[in-house]
């Protein structure tokens, strides 16, 4: 296998590893939103909202970095599935 797949497969595995946490990271949010509903009764304030909504902003942040990862791995796999050009003497 090239670099380029070595790296491919990598990436891909990567990014599967990283959306699972970000699935995970989800759950604790709603964890938090559950509790701050049964806390407080306020839908829209107080410090189990904050955490709440700051970790769903970094778990959204997250999964833009994996799409990221995703672009790059498309361009390796064009890269590498482009077809050799032949040098003439």
């Known amino acids: 296998m090239s670099n380029f797949g070595t790296m491919s497969d990598g990436i891909w595995t990567t990014v599967n590893n990283v959306e699972e946490c970000t699935y995970k990271i989800k759950n604790v949010?709603?964890?938090?939103?559950i509790m701050a509903v049964?806390?407080?009764g306020d839908i829209e304030s107080g410090a189990l909202w904050l955490m709440r909504d700051n970790i769903i902003e970094l778990s959204d942040k997250i999964e833009s970095y994996t799409q990221d990862l995703l672009d790059?791995?498309?361009e390796l796999m064009d890269?590498?599935?482009?077809?050799k050009t032949s040098k003439k003497k």
């Open 29 to 33: 949010a709603n964890v938090l939103e």
């Open 72 to 74: 790059c791995r498309r």
């Open 79 to 83: 890269e590498m599935n482009k077809p």
């Open 38 to 40: 049964a806390e407080t």
